[in-house]
């Protein structure tokens, strides 16, 4: 389907996307209203049951993650015993990968929830990741054989462990199970699968275009992993100052992404559970315009 709003809105947002101010101020609008719809979700007929709770905790995350890039762009002085800096300096690695993290949450919500595959593959998926979370978990506690963290824990893995244990009997029934390549199921049986796809493969098969997020995902991963790339774009007299050309540049990069993942996940969220349109239907004419138009040119439904 697809999107047309005024040629002068349009333009406007366009023209807008380069402002730094412009981008706060719609993103920090947007998540007012991404929370009123996650909140929303315990108001709603039908509850929240099974694998949908993990809908609204996904959301959340991208939620308050979506805040905390915020909170960095205010800047910060650097101190020392004795003294404070005189230039304010803003974050921006930081900024990368938390909005690597907004990505890659969106890419989940899509993976598990927001496609059009049958009910039991959606399922056979959703039970694959969470075996592979339990899993994590029983290797994080586990060292030399022994449970770290007391009795208390060795209780909880126990427990997790027993649901494993049913879960790969669910799984090992489904007709998917089959179509699992020698990989995963060697990756099953040690520590889980959490996904069948790579992220880049994830975002290349997305709803979002790939062009506008591939490149950056691959930088934000160097950031995440230290890598060289990442230290080099950390180089330069001025890079971390608030308001200089290289960290401006990086800022609005991350932050155009924000933007587009929020209202994206906004339109999801509120397809997915239509009981949630009477909270979407208030809000102010302004954030459905901007949610709706940045939607529609990440999804590529712009006429």
């Not at 040629?7 to 920090?28: C, G, H, P, R, V």
């Not at 709603?44 to 890039?69: C, D």
């Amino acid at each position: 389907m697809k999107y047309k709003l005024s040629t002068n809105f349009a333009k406007t947002q366009i023209k807008e996307i380069d402002n730094i101010e412009y981008l706060i101020s719609s993103i920090k609008s947007i998540n007012k209203a991404f929370f009123e719809l996650i909140q929303s979700l315990y108001t709603g007929q039908p509850q929240l049951e099974g694998r949908e709770i993990f809908v609204e905790t996904l959301s959340t995350r991208i939620l308050t993650t979506t805040n905390s890039i915020v909170g960095l762009t205010g800047g910060i002085f650097l101190e020392s015993n004795d003294k404070i800096a005189t230039i304010q300096i803003i974050d921006f690695p930081s900024i990368n990968i938390l909005t690597r993290s907004i990505i890659e949450s969106f890419l989940t919500l899509e993976y598990l929830f927001y496609n059009k595959l049958e009910e039991d593959e959606k399922e056979f998926r959703f039970l694959l990741w969470r075996i592979s979370g339990y899993k994590a978990r029983q290797n994080f506690f586990s060292e030399d054989g022994k449970i770290r963290g007391g009795e208390k824990v060795k209780k909880v893995l126990d427990s997790e462990l027993e649901e494993i244990k049913e879960l790969l009997n669910i799984i090992e029934k489904s007709q998917h199970y089959s179509n699992l390549e020698k990989k995963h199921l060697s990756k099953l049986s040690r520590y889980g699968i959490p996904r069948l796809k790579s992220w880049s493969e994830l975002l290349e098969s997305s709803m979002l275009k790939t062009d506008l997020f591939l490149t950056s995902y691959k930088l934000y991963s160097n950031y995440a992993h230290s890598e060289f790339i990442s230290l080099i774009q950390c180089n330069g007299a001025d890079v971390f100052n608030k308001g200089s050309y290289g960290n401006s540049l990086h800022l609005k990069n991350a932050l155009r992404l924000v933007l587009y993942i929020n209202c994206v996940s906004i339109i999801q969220l509120k397809k997915k559970f239509d009981y949630t349109n009477e909270v979407y239907d208030a809000f102010n004419l302004e954030q459905k315009n901007i949610i709706e138009f940045w939607n529609a040119f990440t999804i590529g439904e712009l006429t």
